[in-house]
């Protein structure tokens, strides 16, 4: 029998919540306070688990999920469909892991730049520089100087 | 005493510099209405750290203003493209756009704007009326009540915010866990921490609702790689004069519709999970079913654009209302407004307009003075607001993601929330694309504490577990919250005609009129009574033969 995706959705949720369950065992337990430190967390996931095993039991009895429409299938058209969506996140991540060393201002212009010209195409270079270094520039300004906001400075940059 | 309040309120928003801000908050929620695809709970979510450095009264102003620009800038773009910039103004497009395509663009607008302007005022006023009566109800409510009352918002906003129940549930519960990672707040053990100091603060919360609407909605935004490149629109006349005066003319000959409109929003509003986009649509479904020309509706009937566009401005006030009296936000922009007030050490509950009565007044005096900044800005700057749809999607997501980034660092000058950011706009947009509604969620991450602190209370005060139930405001807010998380299966029976429906609004009025009676007093009872009358002539009817 092959499971639909709730199906797949609802049997990881009760696995995660599974093991929350399980985590929430170490959690210390003072000797002061009525309610303990774990008790919310529990009733929150056995709550989960018991609407995960609906939803699971919801998502056999609703059968298969529809073929997909014709077309080109594999990792190549999963890459296709979500291509923008892989960007997005590869270049935020890797803003957030270059932000230490090249700093707020010059991380965000560049991760701006980049993601304009990754989503929009590079025929638009220069529109896309400028749209990254007014819009980065202006908010950086506005931030530092307006609001008093110490804004994250890089090892590498020094800005 | 009131008048005392009110002119403090007064003196407090009516500065030069907060005046300022309401009018770059109301154009640019009125920006954002107009772009589709950028919410009005984005727009609000990313206004809130410019208001860290600000007074209290001064930010919550910026923030009603944004809000307020946001419920009117959907229109513009609506009646003139076609295209509504919020999901609070698809009903408007039915008649506005047809009403500007036969030539009367300037009419459309004037309706739209003049509407919007009425819903909004007369929803300050009901706000004003009845918030501080629904505070004085609330100081009866004790931590069973208040628990219980979060569980029936987080169990409504459930029903009301998908397809699937179950679905609602289970983010509502990923809500309330999400927030008791970290520190617990009573006794400051860590929980799910797994060693990491990242766990062990917790999330903010405010990165995590920008990373649950503003990320995971643009990472929708753009999915599709030809959308993302299209201009939002190339149509829409700029050239265009609004016809006040016979708009007012109109609004006042269907005065009726009016009304009508913004109680709907208003009744809306209140209701935790139901906002604009189901406000605006059964204002327009009312109107068309009370009209004497039913069939003139979608060709461009003035009241196709009067019902809409009143009850999703009227909506606000309505969602104001339990947040000031209670603490429990109405919606999820409202929820954003409880953060602003916590990230200021304000605690809205029912004494909040009792002891912070300037603050409240202020928030009062804001909405009101929103609304008349909404209607100056519309009329003078509407070529601004339909050129704003000639952007295209992915320039604005880029932006808008590194806006946030500056922003969410600014909460706590932490790098941290950057990453909270990151993974809450993962789990969002996973949550999006699995059919998972985030209403919910947010409301849990932002009830979780509340849940928490209240229950932790009530068993420090008594360890009996059936006073959740058997006191009368908790045992109300429980009945309600199981008819309410019964309704989804309860209508897709009704249009399979099973016959147990027809006693489902009965029995609904007969269980509630119980906590009534228990109540005491005076006016409950009597209540009581007219709910278990209702009950009676309801059976009645179901148990009557139906004509053929």
Not at chain 1, 11 to 40: C, K, N, T
Not at chain 2, 15 to 21: A, G, M, N, W
Not at chain 2, 104 to 121: D, K, Q, R
Not at chain 2, 530 to 535: E, I, K, Y
Request: glycine share 12%; net charge neutral; charged share 10%.
């Amino acid at each position: 029998m092959s499971l639909n995706r709730d199906a797949w959705v609802a049997i990881a949720l009760l696995l995660i919540a599974g093991g929350l369950m399980v985590a929430s065992f170490d959690i210390r337990e003072p000797d002061y306070g009525q309610l303990s430190p774990a008790a919310w967390p529990r009733v929150i996931l056995g709550a989960i688990l018991a609407m995960g095993v609906i939803y699971l039991i919801q998502s056999l009895r609703s059968g298969a999920d529809e073929p997909a429409p014709d077309g080109p299938k594999g990792a190549r058209a999963f890459v296709a469909h979500w291509r923008n969506v892989l960007w997005v996140f590869a270049l935020f991540l890797g803003y957030l892991l270059a932000l230490p060393y090249i700093g707020m201002l010059i991380g965000a212009m560049a991760f701006v730049f980049l993601l304009l010209t990754a989503l929009g195409g590079i025929g638009r270079t220069p529109i896309h520089l400028a749209l990254a270094l007014v819009s980065v520039g202006g908010m950086w300004a506005l931030f530092t100087y307006a609001l008093g906001v110490l804004l994250p400075t890089g090892s590498l940059t020094g800005i | 005493m009131v008048w005392d309040n009110l002119a403090l309120a007064l003196a407090e928003i009516a500065t030069l510099e907060t005046l300022l801000f309401m009018i770059i908050g109301t154009s640019a929620g009125l920006l954002a209405g107009s772009i589709p695809g950028f919410t009005i709970a984005m727009a609000v979510v990313l206004t809130l750290p410019f208001t860290f450095a600000m007074p209290p009264a001064q930010g919550l102003a910026t923030m009603i203003s944004v809000l307020v620009g946001g419920l009117s800038g959907g229109l513009m773009a609506g009646i003139l493209t076609g295209i509504p910039g919020t999901p609070s103004s698809v009903a408007t497009t039915f008649d506005g756009f047809p009403m500007a395509r036969k030539g009367e663009p300037g009419f459309a607008l004037g309706l739209g704007v003049w509407s919007s302007f009425c819903g909004g005022m007369i929803s300050a006023v009901l706000l004003v009326l009845f918030a501080p009566q629904l505070a004085q109800i609330g100081l009866e409510f004790q931590p069973w009540d208040f628990f219980m009352l979060v569980i029936f918002a987080l169990t409504v906003t459930a029903s009301l915010a998908g397809e699937n129940l179950i679905k609602g549930l289970i983010a509502g519960a990923i809500g309330l866990l999400a927030r008791t990672v970290g520190e617990d707040e009573a006794v400051g053990v860590g929980r799910f921490d797994f060693g990491s100091d990242y766990l062990l603060t917790g999330f903010n919360f405010i990165a995590v609702l920008i990373g649950l609407f503003a990320f995971s909605q643009l990472l929708s935004d753009v999915r599709d790689p030809v959308k993302a490149r299209q201009s939002l629109s190339h149509q829409g006349d700029v050239r265009i004069r609004i016809e006040h005066g016979r708009a007012i003319r109109e609004l006042l000959k269907r005065w009726v519709v009016v009304i009508r409109s913004a109680l709907i929003g208003m009744f809306t509003g209140i209701l935790p999970g139901a906002g604009g986009s189901i406000a605006n649509i059964l204002a327009y479904d009312q109107a068309k079913k009370a009209s004497k020309e039913p069939e003139s509706f979608g060709e461009g009937n003035p009241e196709g654009i009067i019902a809409p566009e009143t009850s999703n401005n009227a909506v606000e006030g309505g969602s104001l209302t339990p947040l000031m009296a209670l603490g429990i936000p109405g919606d999820v922009t409202a929820a954003v407004l409880l953060g602003a007030l916590l990230i200021h050490d304000i605690v809205p509950g029912p004494t909040f307009i009792a002891e912070q009565p300037v603050l409240a007044y202020s928030i009062f005096v804001a909405f009101f003075a929103a609304n008349f900044i909404m209607l100056g800005l519309q009329s003078g700057m509407l070529r601004v607001f339909v050129l704003v749809t000639r952007i295209r999607m992915y320039m604005l997501a880029a932006v808008i993601l590194a806006f946030a980034t500056i922003g969410v660092f600014s909460l706590n000058n932490s790098t941290d929330d950057l990453w909270t950011l990151f993974w809450f706009g993962l789990l969002g947009f996973f949550m999006r694309q699995l059919g998972f509604p985030l209403a919910p969620m947010i409301l849990g991450v932002v009830l979780g504490n509340v849940a928490e602190l209240n229950l932790s209370r009530a068993l420090a005060i008594d360890t009996d577990i059936t006073l959740f139930v058997t006191r009368p405001w908790a045992m109300f807010f429980f009945i309600i919250a199981v008819f309410s998380a019964a309704f989804p299966y309860f209508q897709a029976q009704r249009e399979k005609g099973k016959a147990w429906t027809r006693f489902y609004a009965p029995a609904m009025l007969a269980c509630a009129a119980l906590p009534l009676v228990l109540m005491g007093g005076a006016v409950r009872p009597v209540l009581a009574g007219v709910a278990l009358l209702a009950a009676g002539w309801l059976t009645w009817r179901a148990l009557s033969p139906r004509p053929a």
